[in-house]
C-alpha cells in the first residue's frame, strides 16, 4: 500500500472531523499576529499564517511523537506548509517545500522562530536524554527538523500589552542575545546525534575532490537545514558571476572549474538524495541561465551496502553519464552508462 502524504493525510483528518479550523489559537487571532509582524517589518500572508500554524495547541503531527505532543511543540516544513493550505485556506495546493526561506527564515532571523528536531530511534543518545524535541536542526535534510515559535515570541503575541513588550524585545541586544542561546543549545544537542551526512559531505569535499575535480574549488556546501545560502557563500558565488535564487535547487557541494568555466555537483547520500534525471535537469538549466553549458555530476555513498540498498530501493534512479564514489573504496569512481 502507498504511503500517504502529509496533503493527503490532512484532508482525511479534515473529512473524520480531527482536525477542525480554528479562528484562533492559544487566544491568538490572525488580526493580533498581523498588527505584531506590521510593527517588525516582517508582514505577509504566508508569514502571519505560518505563526497561526505554530500556535495551533492540536496533537502533533507526527507519527512517533511521543503522547500528549501538541503542534506547537514543533512542525516540519511541510507540516506547516499543509497547515497553511489545506487547513487554513481550503486548497489542494502544495506550498513550496523552500518555504522556509520566504515564511519561516525571516522570523527565525530575528529569533521568533526556533529551528528544532525530534529524535529517531537510531538517535540513541539523544533518546536516552528523553524523548522531545531539541534546539537546533541535528540532523541535515532530515524529515525530524521542524520549527517551532520562541516562547519569549508567543508571550506578545497573547500579551494586551504586546506593544510595549515587542519594543524592548526586538531590541538589537535582545535579538542577539536569543540567537546566541538557541545556537548553544542546538550545538550541545548536535553532540549527541550522528550526522553522518555532514560527515560523507565534508568526505566528499575532503577526498573526492582533491583525488578527480583538483582544479575545482567548493562554492557552496549545504550541510544543515538553516540558512540555504550563507552570506559569504552568496559573496563566493557571485565572485564567480552566480546567484542563487528563490527555487533554485541547489545540491549538497557545487563546485567551480575558472579554466574551464565549468560546474560540478555533488550529492551525498546516507538517506536519498541522488543525481537522477531531474536533478541533472535543475542544474543545467541553473548552469544555462549563467552562460555555463560545462557541468558535471557525481553521487556519493558512505558504503557499497548502502549503494546496493539504495539503488534496490530506487531502481537505479542515478542519472546516465554522471559519476558514482564510495567512500569506503574512494581510490575509484564509477561512470553511469546506458546501453548503445
Known amino acids: 500500500m502507498a504511503r500517504m502524504s502529509i496533503n493527503e493525510i490532512v484532508k482525511a483528518k479534515i473529512s473524520s472531523g480531527e482536525y477542525v ?3 484562533q489559537h492559544q487566544g491568538v487571532t490572525k488580526e493580533r499576529i498581523t498588527n505584531v509582524l506590521i510593527k517588525m517589518n516582517r508582514e505577509s500572508a504566508d508569514i ?32 506547516i506548509g499543509a497547515h ?36 529517531s530511534k ?13 534546539s537546533g536542526h541535528i540532523k541535515a535534510k532530515s524529515p525530524n527538523s521542524s520549527y517551532r515559535l520562541a516562547p519569549s515570541f508567543v508571550q506578545i503575541l497573547k500579551s494586551d500589552n504586546w506593544e510595549e513588550l515587542l519594543s524592548d524585545w526586538f531590541k538589537q541586544e535582545s535579538v542577539r542575545r536569543r540567537l546566541q542561546l538557541q545556537a548553544l543549545a542546538a550545538e550541545e544537542a548536535k553532540k549527541l546525534a ?5 560527515k560523507l559531505i565534508q568526505a566528499s569535499i575532503n577526498h573526492y575532490v582533491p583525488a578527480f575535480l583538483p582544479e575545482y574549488e567548493v562554492l557552496y556546501v549545504d550541510d544543515g537545514d538553516g540558512d540555504r545560502v550563507t ?48 536533478k541533472v535537469t535543475q542544474m543545467k538549466n541553473f548552469a544555462k541561465r549563467h552562460g555555463i553549458m560545462n557541468i558535471g555530476f557525481t553521487t556519493t555513498y558512505p558504503t ?4 546496493a540498498e539504495r539503488q534496490t530501493k530506487t531502481k537505479a534512479n542515478v542519472a546516465i ?11 575509484t569512481q564509477l561512470q553511469v552508462g546506458s546501453p548503445l
Open 48 to 79: 502571519r499564517d505560518a505563526v497561526f500554524a505554530l500556535l495551533d495547541e492540536g496533537s502533533s503531527w507526527f507519527s512517533a511523537a511521543p503522547d500528549g505532543t501538541k503542534f506547537c511543540d514543533g512542525a516540519s516544513t511541510a507540516h
Open 194 to 198: 550522528d550526522n553522518s551526512h555532514t
Open 122 to 134: 537510531n538517535d540513541k543518545e539523544l533518546m536516552a536524554k528523553g524523548f522531545k524535541f531539541y
Open 21 to 23: 479550523h480554528k479562528d
Open 231 to 278: 552570506q559569504e557563500q552568496r559573496d563566493k558565488l557571485s565572485s564567480v558571476g552566480l546567484s542563487i535564487e528563490l527555487g533554485d535547487a541547489m545540491p549538497d557541494v557545487l563546485l567551480f572549474n575558472g579554466k574551464l568555466k565549468a560546474l560540478w555537483v555533488i550529492e551525498a547520500v546516507t538517506s536519498d538524495g541522488e543525481v537522477d534525471s531531474h
Open 84 to 119: 497553511i493550505a489545506i487547513l487554513q485556506r481550503g486548497s489542494d495546493a502544495k506550498l513550496d517545500r523552500e518555504g522556509r526561506d520566504y515564511w519561516i527564515k525571516p522570523l527565525i532571523e530575528v529569533g521568533a522562530i526556533e529551528p528544532c528536531y525530534l529524535p
Open 304 to 307: 557499497w551496502k548502502k549503494l
Open 321 to 331: 553519464d554522471t559519476f558514482i564514489w564510495v567512500l569506503e573504496s574512494g581510490s
